[in-house]
């Protein structure tokens, strides 16, 4: 059986799961539409501002649509924002103050946060400035409750950091379900204790978002799954009022917070990206489950694996081996729109301790909504795929990276 048959033998298998998907993408369609039309988006929101970006009505009304759409009372939607660590730094900043604690509950925090927090020293991260951190490890991939509350019981937490996808480690990426036991534990310990969560690769995953079950404060990127391939960067933090609005004045300054920030032209990508989104989240969860089973049938360790219940769009092929690992990433990079010629090698990167590989032919750098592939060189050398605009070229992208593998 050629790699062409066997994908598509594969995909006759996920046909239940793509119903799902599809259904999926329906709720949070109507979700959207429901949040432009009671918000009157018109053309004239697509205008733009320069300078201080004072009543830039188009940045007014891209926040109010976010609210809707997670059901919370504030947002702060920037392209002032780099990326959704940069949000998140911005978050952990405008709440922690010298001598509060910082506990992560879902063990160890993505490579690029630390230097933000201070576990790798930096004369700039919340460290230096007197920020205590702790961190409690999952345990068999869900929350240590009993340790949790105890930890609450005996020290003053100031925030709670809750990573929702897995990042650059073993674990699996954590549901919204899990996230919403811990923290009605939590609460019945602490009513006060900030939850933040980072949402980056989980939008439109499920029903709900994470501001539905409780968290206070909630981070993601532009460039990942509400982007859709079309906002061109930018990143949000949504939750209470008075969080975002302190997050907001981290972002520029105190006393003008969030009435400032010139938009630039962007807020039509913004909001024709968070239209689109929901369409191309369904299409990269389509990808990922394509993938998972069409590996596993070759003979990989996949995670998760084709039918099972999904917390964000991220695929994880465990190689057990660096040169398949560094293959593959090359057969994404040759399956991709932009520069298909280039060969993705291994490399050095600011934030990660390892030489990271990188496949990513996408029409905006780092976009990872876009169909994309890295991994760090370090045992077990596991690919974490995501993204991908369509079905159609996800599809394509996973048979050039076989036949990459394979030769």
Known sequence: MNIEELVNKCELKCL???????????????????????????????NSTTGYGYNDLGR?????????????????????????????????????????????ISGLPYDTLHEVIGIKDNP???????????????????FDYENIINYLRNNKVKMIEIQRSKGYSTRKSITIDKIEKVIKEIRKVDKDVVIMVDNCYSEFVNKKEVTEVGADLVVGSLIKNLGAGIAPNGAYIVGKKELVDLAGERLTLPGEGRDVGPTLGINKDILKGLFFAPSVVASSLKTAILT???????????????????????????????????????GIQKGSPIDSFAVCMPTDMPGYDDKVIMASGSFTQGSSIELSCDGPLRPPYIAYQQGSLTYEYGKLGLISAIKELTK
Request: net charge negative; charged share 30%; proline share 1%.
């Open 16 to 46: 239940d799961e793509f119903k799902k998907i599809d259904e999926l993408c329906s709720y949070n369609s109507k979700k959207v539409l429901d949040a432009f039309q009671k918000n009157k988006v018109s053309e004239s929101h697509f």
């Open 60 to 104: 007014d009304v891209i926040e109010a649509v976010f609210c809707d759409i997670f059901k919370c009372e504030s947002a702060l939607v920037r392209s002032q924002f780099i990326s959704g660590s940069h949000a998140l730094n911005v978050a952990l900043f405008s709440i922690l103050r010298p001598g509060d604690l910082l506990l992560s």
């Open 124 to 142: 700039s991260s919340l460290k230096s400035y007197g920020v205590k951190y702790d961190q409690i490890d999952l345990i068999n991939d869900d």
């Open 292 to 330: 998972s089973k069409v590996m596993e049938e070759l003979g990989y360790e996949v995670e998760p694996k084709y039918n099972d219940n999904r917390a964000d769009i991220v695929q994880n092929i465990i190689f057990k081996d660096e040169d398949k690992l560094i293959k593959y990433c090359v």
